[in-house]
């Protein structure tokens, strides 16, 4: 589990709803049934028509990528090329086969089975390319998702908000409850602002993020492996490699205690 959208996530919660307490507001008047079910069940059923079953199978998997930890360790999957790269130095292409056919990256034992099986260079940059597209699509179609959930949202806050005020203007005879009708009238909006701008489109943020950070290391990979391909000397590799690394550490939030590639 990615702690840090846990913690903003909640962090972004306590902050409305320690705001709206600090001015006076209660509990009672913020937790509106009837206004979430407007917001939240109008928004569901707007992603619903907007897509098609099959991409909305996938939310879950799209959460699990903006929520779970990242597992990617550029640094780590750098030295394993480049010890590969000695591997073949001393016992030649052949020597990887074991090792290509057990690795537990998809990515990474797709580009050296291709390798070892003599596949063009051209051609395997051309498979591995694709299959970076074919991850950016993904992430893109999961991003989508919650962008159209942030845009309807508000848009179902104002309707609903509407709705209370009709409903005001039509008692106007009790004028006593005027202000707090309106006042739960506007509940609506506020749910509906708020969910976009802290859920939805923060998770969609999430994903590209996480897309962007992928592609990075996939790309890092498949220099690595055209690398071994040509045959090149282990530090040649290292040197080719250095750059995504170096992205990578200006990205961190915090300095890794590792030393240097």
């Given at each position: 589990m990615d702690i840090t959208s846990i913690i903003g996530l909640l962090a972004g919660i306590a902050a409305?709803?320690?705001?709206?307490?600090?001015?006076?507001g209660s509990l009672t008047g913020l937790l509106?049934?009837?206004?979430?079910?407007i917001v939240f069940g109008g928004t569901f059923a707007a992603v619903l028509i907007s897509f098609p079953a099959s991409k909305l199978r996938r939310v879950p998997a799209a959460l699990r990528v903006a929520f779970g930890k990242q597992s990617d360790?550029?640094?780590?999957?750098a030295e394993e090329l480049i010890s590969m790269a000695a591997i073949m130095r001393r016992g030649?292409?052949?020597?990887?086969?074991?090792?290509?056919?057990?690795?537990?990256?998809p990515y990474t034992r797709e580009g050296l089975m291709l390798i070892v099986d003599g596949t063009d260079p051209v051609q395997v940059r051309q498979?591995?390319?694709?299959?970076m597209d074919a991850k950016e699509l993904k992430y893109e179609g999961y991003a989508k998702i919650f962008e159209a959930a942030g845009g309807y949202a508000p848009t179902m806050g104002i309707i609903g908000t509407v709705m209370g005020l009709i409903r005001v203007l039509s008692s106007l005879t009790d004028p006593s409850n005027l202000g707090?009708?309106?006042?739960?009238a506007f509940t609506a909006t506020l749910y509906g602002v708020a969910s976009a701008n802290l859920i939805f489109l923060p998770i969609?943020?999430?994903?590209?993020s996480r897309c962007q950070s992928e592609l990075?290391?996939?790309?890092m990979l498949l220099v690595g492996i055209l690398g071994l391909q040509n045959g090149d000397h282990p530090q040649l590799v290292r040197r080719k490699l250095s750059p995504f690394i170096e992205d990578y550490a200006g990205e961190r939030s915090t300095e890794s205690a590792r030393g240097p590639l």
């Amino acid at each position: 589990m990615d702690i840090t959208s846990i913690i903003g996530l909640l962090a972004g919660i306590a902050a409305l709803i320690g705001g709206f307490f600090w001015e006076g507001g209660s509990l009672t008047g913020l937790l509106q049934l009837n206004a979430a079910l407007i917001v939240f069940g109008g928004t569901f059923a707007a992603v619903l028509i907007s897509f098609p079953a099959s991409k909305l199978r996938r939310v879950p998997a799209a959460l699990r990528v903006a929520f779970g930890k990242q597992s990617d360790r550029p640094e780590e999957k750098a030295e394993e090329l480049i010890s590969m790269a000695a591997i073949m130095r001393r016992g030649g292409l052949l020597a990887l086969e074991k090792r290509a056919e057990e690795h537990p990256d998809p990515y990474t034992r797709e580009g050296l089975m291709l390798i070892v099986d003599g596949t063009d260079p051209v051609q395997v940059r051309q498979i591995l390319e694709l299959e970076m597209d074919a991850k950016e699509l993904k992430y893109e179609g999961y991003a989508k998702i919650f962008e159209a959930a942030g845009g309807y949202a508000p848009t179902m806050g104002i309707i609903g908000t509407v709705m209370g005020l009709i409903r005001v203007l039509s008692s106007l005879t009790d004028p006593s409850n005027l202000g707090a009708s309106i006042a739960v009238a506007f509940t609506a909006t506020l749910y509906g602002v708020a969910s976009a701008n802290l859920i939805f489109l923060p998770i969609a943020s999430k994903i590209k993020s996480r897309c962007q950070s992928e592609l990075a290391t996939m790309e890092m990979l498949l220099v690595g492996i055209l690398g071994l391909q040509n045959g090149d000397h282990p530090q040649l590799v290292r040197r080719k490699l250095s750059p995504f690394i170096e992205d990578y550490a200006g990205e961190r939030s915090t300095e890794s205690a590792r030393g240097p590639l």
